[in-house]
């Protein structure tokens, strides 16, 4: 049974940095492709970063040069470091994962929400000026 949890969420004032978390367990997949999105009250759920299981990556533009994503396959998790983050960065952050090698038929490794299978029960982020 695949698990993913998120943590790393907290508080911070604009400017500071965050790093999240996320450990996917319970699969034996070689291929996968993990994201990160986020979603603030009333607003759409937005894909803000991705990666693939060769490493490859694709952010959004509202994060881009300010956000990273990585990986550790050794510890299974996956990582979101966030810095110079900004009050409209504020909102619930989810991790997303999907197995096999479809992302490589996609543009970028960012996939829509809908491809992914597996998701975290997400951790807040809020950032005050």
């Known amino acids: 049974q695949v698990r993913v949890v998120e943590s790393g969420g907290g508080s911070v004032q604009a400017g500071g940095s965050l790093r999240l978390s996320c450990v996917v367990s319970?699969?034996?997949?070689?291929?996968?492709?993990m994201a990160w999105f986020r979603q603030a009250p009333g607003q759409k759920r937005e894909g803000i970063a991705g990666?693939?299981?060769?490493?490859?990556?694709s952010y959004a533009d509202s994060v881009k040069g300010r956000f990273t994503i990585s990986q550790d396959n050794a510890k299974n998790t996956l990582y979101l470091q966030m810095n110079s983050l900004e009050p409209e960065d504020t909102a619930m952050y989810y991790c997303?994962?999907?197995?096999?090698?479809?992302?490589?038929?996609?543009?970028?490794?960012?996939?829509?929400?809908?491809?992914?299978?597996?998701w975290g029960q997400g951790t807040q982020v809020t950032v005050s000026s």
């Open positions: 990666i693939g299981s060769d490493g490859t990556t």
């Open positions: 997303a994962v999907d197995f096999g090698s479809k992302y490589t038929d996609f543009p970028t490794p960012l996939l829509p929400d809908y491809e992914y299978n597996f």
């Open positions: 319970g699969y034996t997949y070689v291929s996968w492709c």
